[in-house]
């Protein structure tokens, strides 16, 4: 027997700073849908409805490291979110607009994607991929192939 899972439902991010938070997902188009009453939940959603429930009970005892990607030791865990958006040099652009560092990328993978890493303000690791044809991508100014140790 399985279980037939039909789609991703939401993601769920603890957060240290639910205003900060906002913010950040407000330039990845993200809008408050509600706030639960009885928890400490934020509940943002996009205009493709992709859904997000920002828990707002975080505490940085790391020094702002992510202890899933920012210390030698590999500790089991999700390491990273990947939303696919329509245009990867719009969002690169955004993101410049906005002063959100891109972490890493961006990068190819040789399967016809394009990436940028971004963090979040609790640096949380978000990926940002579009498909691109092989001309369109050589055109996008700094592209390497993803080094997995960067």
């Known amino acids: 027997a399985m279980i037939a899972i039909e789609k991703v439902d939401h993601l769920g991010i ?32 996009n205009a493709e409805n992709v859904e997000l429930n920002l828990i707002v009970n975080g505490v940085d005892t790391t020094g702002g490291k992510n202890i899933l990607m920012d210390v030698p ?15 990867i040099k719009a969002t690169m652009a955004t993101l ?23 963090r979040d303000p609790d640096r949380n690791v978000i990926e940002l991929r579009a498909r691109l044809d092989k001309e369109a991508a050589e055109s996008i100014e700094g592209l390497v192939f993803y080094d997995p140790s960067a």
């Open 14 to 45: 603890r957060i240290t700073d639910g205003s900060r938070a906002l913010a950040f997902y407000a330039t990845l188009g993200f809008r408050i849908e509600h706030e639960v009453e009885f928890d400490a939940v934020i509940i943002v959603k």
């Open 73 to 87: 030791d590999k500790h089991p865990g999700l390491t990273h979110v990947a939303f696919r958006v329509a245009d």
């Open 96 to 118: 410049r607009e906005n002063d959100i560092k891109i972490t890493q990328g961006p990068v190819t993978f040789g399967d016809g994607h394009v990436s940028v890493f971004v």
